[in-house]
């Protein structure tokens, strides 16, 4: 039986290969800069989603160490059980304030966050309007609560408008800043149809919270939008905030739902305290240190002034996140491998994480870089191979 089973799954698996949709994973040997050691080699990387360099601060780390010291290294048991502790509290707490909004709660991580919320707050004949680049947690979410998940084309607020039409809706849920493209979601124009359709709006900010806003409260910030107007709010941590995990922010009521009802807080055990020791105090730091955001978005302006000149194939995002659109997967991995040669990391993302034809290179920054490591990857970028001309990339550069 076993050999039949890994003869099926071999085959499949070799086919993966051969459309360029297999995926590896790499040997890390540092913590998280952009000075890496990957698979036993020095590499600069355009990869990691610590987008304001404090995964690795000292101050985190002691705060890790004085969090171990005092609280040992496993919470024991769920937070319903006997899991939460004092440190998960004033966190959350700390949360709450960040986003100014009365409660927070911590969830494992962002994927157990948006199984939870949408299974809690929605289930079986109710709607879910989702856009259509939406991160996989928030669609799974909508799966598992058996609700019709609706999708409509991403950004598109005026045709959502008039799919939802009378329609009754419980929810609508978009990424606050797209992961694999960088852009922002229209949120003020979201508020307005969840407002007409008697829809309560979630927001997944995990790529914006830290980055964007005053003290790096995120989209909603950006926008100018309070949290009446976004009831349910979504955070990360393993991102800006360089740690791990995930909250939920909203009123009282909300989050008393989600303590009694989502299954993916429930039936979990509660993240280390140590760990949220450490949160908060990347936390404190993300908010006080605005040189981190400022030095960020200068390294934004630099990559996109540099790859607009090199007539490169740059989407629309004022964030970290910055695609390269390839077309297909073989030329993704092409142009990945290219950059791998030159010493330079940077993922190739494929369906299907983005959709068919859309295959790109994910270049992320953080302000952990410095100017002239930007410099070297956009001269790295200048000498990659032009696209195939048969590739949907048609005859942009490179
Ligand atoms: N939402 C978005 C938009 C994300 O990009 C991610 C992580 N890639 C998640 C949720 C999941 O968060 P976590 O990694 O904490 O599970």
Redesign the pocket.
Known sequence: MTTDLDQVLDEALEQQRAAGLYRRRRVQDRPQQPEAIVDGRPMLSFCS?DYLGLANHPEVIAALQRGAERWGVGSGAAHLVNGHSAAHHALEEELADFTGRPRALL????????LGIISALSGRGDTVWQDRL?????LDGALLARAALRRYPHADTAELDRLIGDRDTRMIAS??????DGDLAPLPALVLIARRADAWLLV????GLGVLGREGRGTLDHFGLDADQVPIL?G????AFGT???FVAGSDALIETLIQRARSYIYTTATPPALAEATRTSLALARREDWRREHLQALIARFRTGANQLGLPLSESPTPIQPLIAGSSHQALAWAAELEARGILVGAIRPPTVPEGSARLRVCLSAAHTESMVDYLLDALAALQPAAPSDETGDRKP
């Open positions: 989603n969830f494992s991580t962002g994927y157990m966050a948006n939406n991160h996989a947690s928030l990424d606050g800043v797209f992961s694999m997944d900010d995990a790529h979504m990360t941590l393993g991102k791990f995990g995930a």
